[in-house]
């Protein structure tokens, strides 16, 4: 992967950037994704956040290569600290973190978002979690997209500000990613189908205290609604 060439999953977060705005991508790593994106002239100015130094160094490096250090600044900082309130940025994307880091990102820096209009998140696991954040701090899911990347499943999350009435099922599984029901949407869930399942025979040999019988009882309705999306019946 390099700044002409992303990997299928960081294009796929780009693709969701909107022409010309004012980026911070938090946990940038290398800085790929803006250092991309102001290669095809599609942002205006950037931020590339991490609190890693390694990482801030490399991000910091690749961005001066390209010389974007005009227009991309690297600064290392802890999640949405990287956002200050002069720098007007109206597009976040926080990418290849886990649904929970993202939220606690999300969570703990929420008071930087004035500006912001648009939050692309891709969790590699429990997107319901950024989701739930979501429906609780006046965002709603414009878009979702899920992909198969070298046998891995990715989400794609598009928030914008908006306030709607979600059910259980369109927080597990994506408000829109459920409507699309695709061949990767189909392949990511009956692959979690299964792993329910194996819990729940695990389940079956401990103590039945109430704890298990709750958790038993989550995973089966779970997997009731997961069963409903995939055979249409749930509308
Ligand atoms: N966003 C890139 C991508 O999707 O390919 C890099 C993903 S990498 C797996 C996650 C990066 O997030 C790491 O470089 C890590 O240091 C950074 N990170 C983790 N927690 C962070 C936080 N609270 N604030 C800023 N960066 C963070």
Redesign the pocket.
């Known amino acids: 992967?390099n700044t002409n060439q992303l990997?299928e999953?960081?294009a796929m977060?780009a693709s969701f950037v909107p022409n010309q705005t004012v980026l911070a991508?938090?946990?940038?790593?290398?800085a790929?994704?803006p250092c991309y994106l102001m290669n095809k002239g599609k942002i205006r100015k950037a931020i590339a956040?991490?609190?890693?130094t390694?990482?801030?160094e490399a991000a910091t490096r690749n961005v001066d290569l390209h010389g974007f250090a005009d227009r991309i600044e690297v600064r290392l900082?802890?999640?949405?600290?990287?956002i200050e309130d002069a720098d007007h940025v109206e597009t976040v994307?926080?990418?290849?973190?886990g649904g929970t880091?993202i939220t606690?990102?999300l969570e703990?820096g929420k008071n930087r978002l004035k500006h912001v209009q648009r939050i692309i998140a891709?969790p590699?696991l429990h997107a319901i979690a950024i989701r739930e954040w979501a429906v609780a701090n006046g965002f709603i899911i414009v878009d979702e997209e899920i992909l198969q990347e070298d046998s891995k499943i990715y989400e794609v999350l598009v928030l914008e500000r908006g306030t709607a009435d979600y059910t259980r099922t369109d927080l597990l599984v994506g408000p829109v990613l459920r409507r699309k029901l695709s061949t990767v949407f189909r392949a990511k869930w009956e692959r979690e189908m299964l792993e329910w399942q194996r819990v729940i025979k695990a389940l079956d040999n401990a103590e039945p205290t109430e704890e298990i019988k709750q958790k038993k009882a989550n995973i089966q309705e779970n997997i009731e609604l997961v069963r409903k999306v995939l055979a249409h019946e749930e509308k």
């Open positions: 992967m990997s999953r960081l977060v991508d938090i946990g940038s790593d290398h790929y994704l956040g991490e609190v890693v390694g990482p801030f900082a802890n999640g949405l600290q990287a994307t926080i990418a290849g973190m880091l606690s990102i703990a891709q590699n």
